[in-house]
């Protein structure tokens, strides 16, 4: 059964400080990862994703996430934090039924930055 | 395009009433994703459908949970009779099946507090 391990459920970093987010997951085929943000009485947004090619991938606000087969890890990264990135941080992989696909989502991680 | 139209956004009940959420998907998207989301228990699948036809409902908790999708615009919840463990933010997401992008876009939640 695929599934999906965020250990840190809270993460508290300085301004500008570097963040890492780990993900871990378990699955015994190939899968397509993701991970999404949700901030303060919102829906979750796309943030970036893994589905084949380069194992680094970027977002267009500074994060990037490395695909690490070996490892089966997923971590998000930023190498300078904003204020404006406090949110909670949802790892995914997909998992395909019939021709369609779910999600199967982490506990999550709150990403608190503080000035 | 508008996104994906949740209603209401919030909703108080009491124990034992009828409550119905609404969801209208992207238009042009064929599957549609029911969630809850909880502190307690994270980010849970509900029930999803393509082109109109559940196709997992193994995370609908009970018999008190129905879900239906009547056309491809159109989706509820539907809770009865509800409980206070019902409590939760409920979050609609819609995406294209098949797809190269696997990118599901969520509505903006509805709030359900059961006293």
């Known amino acids: 059964a695929q599934s999906v391990t965020q250990l840190d459920s809270q993460v508290p970093v300085f301004e500008e400080a570097p963040v890492e987010l780990r993900c871990n997951y378990s699955s015994s085929v190939s899968v397509y990862l993701f991970w999404y943000v949700q901030y303060p009485n919102q829906g979750l947004q796309l943030l970036l994703k893994y589905l084949s090619g380069s194992t680094l991938v970027e977002s267009i606000n500074g994060f990037e996430a490395e695909f690490n087969k070996s490892q089966t890890s997923f971590h998000l990264r930023k190498p300078s934090v904003h204020i404006s990135d406090t949110a909670e941080y949802f790892c995914?992989?997909?998992?395909?039924?019939?021709?369609?696909?779910?999600?199967?989502f982490g506990t999550g991680t709150r990403l608190k930055v503080l000035a | 395009d508008a996104g994906v139209i949740q209603s209401p956004r919030h909703e108080v009940t009491e124990m034992g009433q009828e409550v119905t959420l609404r969801c209208k998907p992207i238009s042009g998207h064929n599957s549609l994703f029911w969630y809850r989301q909880t502190m307690m228990r994270g980010l849970e699948l509900l029930i999803y459908?393509?082109?109109?036809?559940?196709?997992?409902d193994s995370g609908m908790p009970e018999d008190r949970f129905s879900a239906k999708m009547p056309n491809a615009s159109f989706s509820t919840l539907k809770i009865q009779p509800s409980e206070p463990r019902d409590s939760a933010v409920y979050f609609c997401?819609?995406?294209?099946?098949?797809?190269?992008?696997?990118?599901?876009?969520f509505g903006p939640g509805t709030r359900l507090t059961v006293t």
């Open positions: 995914a992989v997909t998992l395909t039924t019939s021709g369609t696909y779910k999600y199967i």
């Open positions: 459908f393509n082109n109109n036809v559940p196709i997992d």
């Open positions: 997401a819609s995406t294209s099946t098949p797809t190269s992008s696997y990118e599901q876009y």
